[in-house]
């Protein structure tokens, strides 16, 4: 085992000694034997099986059948969710010839931060995350279920249901993906016609082409953002089956692996065989899989607050330190754009997840010794990938020895021969704040920006300003009151055409902010997640148009260069919003109000008592 995975894993597991062990005694406390739905009084049972089919009210009457819930985030707006429309009855099907019954226990809301990115919407974006979890806890308040096929892929749905499932983690829950659409466009391509329309070269007639030429059919975004780290994730941490992420939707393999995923989650419910509650998968062990996954890979900086926010459902404490030391020990083995000019699809045809876990664990760099919805060898099950059963009976998926090689040394490498020492990801400290800055996709030469600030509010004051010609020169862009507290912490993407064409023209550019800029974090240096946040006093509050701050990515710093003290300067007063009234948004005021900050995970949800000391990052 990698010394520094296992040190980081045993400080976690030290720091989390009270509160996992008041978790695990709260899980065990709610767990019981046979259907759950014993306990309930005729008319429950009788109300939550009056809709049924005779055959399942039958079984469900009878309490002999295990009972599935289904909790899902179909919408056909959204490609990544589109397809869950005939997941309900492959599964209802597969559940039948398993010997349980399925039920549709509740829909979750699933929005999109491609089409809110730089709109008022996106300042509900990341407490949806939480919305969703609030949502799915509704879905199985029921007590009808004894076990949880969780439906989603995107940003914030995938860590909600999560989040959500840890809450339940008496419940065996598994998680069932839709799959990435077929490659269009390349994303170089796209990101260039971007930054030509943001530059004025080309109107949006050709911008509209460029993008409905790269989002274009059912499934995920091929680019490696949040969505597909998501898929990572749940896969190397033990919470969906072997090579699930990445087969395309609406195929023959992808339908088999759903219907594999109900047979497996009947299995592993407590009227099978290998009775596995979420709360047994999702340990310290597993927090860290996930960590490290993060960095091999080059995932969603969003992952900094997610991962933090579903470790705490579980009683674990982490912090960026954490982070900050498993990228430090963990290489860069995948170029998958914005990191590398390949997607998902790529990446899956070049060994995928099974090459990419294969090799971390032949490095000492997972803990493989952890429990799985998969069952089996622990992490080894997940070395293998599935191919449909030509003869479809008993089981609809096999599953073969994935490949020990890469298939393409442009996409995914080796840890001995890696495409960076580190993971890319660093942790910065200084009298601006503490925050994360992704340098993956960032090209060395500008890891060190030290320039003027020009202090905005708003990102489209900075569009404002580069219309009219005034950021033809070295800056950093400081954007202040982008926390969760002041509008809900949006990605600010729209950004990122106009810092990478100035990057382009030899400016020394950068960003810092208490805001985000997720899984499409790209070539400019972005300090971002910056806390304490503006609306609290952080000292991003205090920095001034023309202060020189200095983004120094390879010493994890973030400063001003001031001969007064900054403390002892007035923080700005966020503006008034004049948009919180549109789009619903003033109802999340109560939300706002009480988030926490990036580093303990942005979340607005209640603590149990077990957590009380969880908000403290820094345990």
């Not at 490696?224 to 780290?229: D, I, K, V």
């Not at 580190?422 to 320039?451: Q, T």
């Not at 109000?593 to 580093?599: G, P, T, Y």
Request: charged residues 20%; proline residues 6%.
């Amino acid at each position: 085992m990698n010394p520094t995975i296992k040190k980081v894993t045993d400080r976690i597991i030290e720091r989390s000694k009270k509160t996992r062990a008041a978790y695990l005694r709260d899980c065990e406390q709610n767990m019981r034997p046979g259907p759950r739905r014993k306990r309930l009084s005729e008319g429950n049972v009788a109300h939550a099986s009056a809709a049924c089919p005779v055959l399942e009210k039958t079984e469900i009457l009878g309490a002999k059948w295990a009972n599935i819930g289904i909790v899902t985030a179909y919408n056909d707006m959204l490609s990544a969710h589109q397809p869950f429309e005939t997941f309900p009855s492959i599964i209802k099907h597969a559940a039948r010839r398993a010997g349980a019954t399925a039920q549709v226990a509740g829909g979750v809301p699933a929005m999109c931060d491609g089409v809110t990115q730089g709109q008022d919407g996106m300042e509900l974006s990341l407490f949806s995350r939480d919305v969703i979890a609030y949502s799915t806890a509704i879905a199985l308040s029921h007590d009808m279920f004894d076990g949880v096929m969780h439906l989603g892929v995107c940003d914030k749905i995938v860590p909600g249901l999560l989040i959500a499932a840890l809450r339940y983690g008496y419940l065996p829950h598994i998680f069932a993906p839709a799959g990435p659409m077929p490659s269009g466009i390349t994303n170089p391509e796209k990101a260039k016609v971007r930054q030509l329309f943001a530059e004025g070269k080309v109107g949006r007639e050709e911008l509209l082409a460029a993008e409905s030429a790269s989002y274009h059919a059912p499934g995920t975004c091929t680019f490696y953002g949040t969505a597909n780290t998501n898929q990572m994730l749940m896969e190397i941490m033990g919470m969906q089956l072997p090579g699930a992420s990445f087969v395309h939707p609406n195929t023959p393999l992808r339908d088999a692996i759903t219907a594999q995923t109900t047979r497996r989650l009947v299995a592993i419910t407590n009227m099978g065989e290998e009775f596995t509650p979420a709360c047994n998968i999702i340990d310290e062990k597993a927090i860290v899989n996930g960590l490290v996954g993060l960095m091999a890979t080059g995932g969603s900086t969003n992952l900094t607050i997610h991962l933090s926010a579903i470790a705490r459902s579980a009683g674990i404490i982490i912090n960026w330190d954490d982070y900050a030391e498993v990228s430090h020990a963990v290489p860069l083995i995948c170029k998958i754009y914005p990191n590398g000019i390949s997607d998902v699809n790529h990446f899956h045809a070049a060994g995928g997840m099974a090459y990419l876990v294969n090799e971390l664990i032949e490095a000492g760099l997972l803990n493989t010794d952890v429990t799985t919805v998969a069952g089996g060898d622990g992490l080894h099950e997940y070395t293998r990938e599935p191919i449909k059963n030509a003869h479809a009976d008993p089981d609809p998926v096999v599953y073969r020895q994935g490949p020990k090689e890469s298939l393409n040394h442009e996409i995914v490498s080796s840890v001995d021969k890696p495409f960076r020492k580190d993971g890319g990801l660093r942790l910065l400290e200084g009298n601006i704040g503490r925050g994360v800055i992704k340098i993956s996709a960032v090209e060395e030469e500008h890891h060190l920006v030290e320039a003027p600030a020009i202090v905005i509010c708003n990102q489209n004051e900075l569009v404002k300003m580069h219309k009219a010609g005034e950021l033809e020169r070295d800056f950093v862009a400081v954007l202040q009151f982008q926390g969760p507290a002041a509008n809900g912490m949006p990605e600010l993407h729209k950004l990122t055409p106009i810092l990478g064409a100035l990057q382009d023209k030899g400016f020394n550019v950068a960003l810092v902010t208490d805001g985000r800029m997720s899984g499409a974090s790209g070539k400019v240096p972005s300090a971002i997640h910056i806390h304490p946040e503006a609306l609290h006093g952080g000292p991003i509050s205090k920095v001034r148009t023309g202060d020189i701050v200095r983004l120094d990515a390879a010493n994890g710093k973030v400063e001003v260069i001031t001969e007064d003290n900054l403390r002892d300067r007035e923080p700005a007063i966020m503006p008034k919003a004049e948009n919180l009234s549109g789009l619903g948004m003033n109802m999340f005021e109560p939300m706002r109000s009480r988030a926490d900050n990036a580093e303990a995970g942005a979340s607005v949800l209640g603590d149990p008592h077990w957590a009380q000391n969880l908000r403290n990052p820094n345990g």
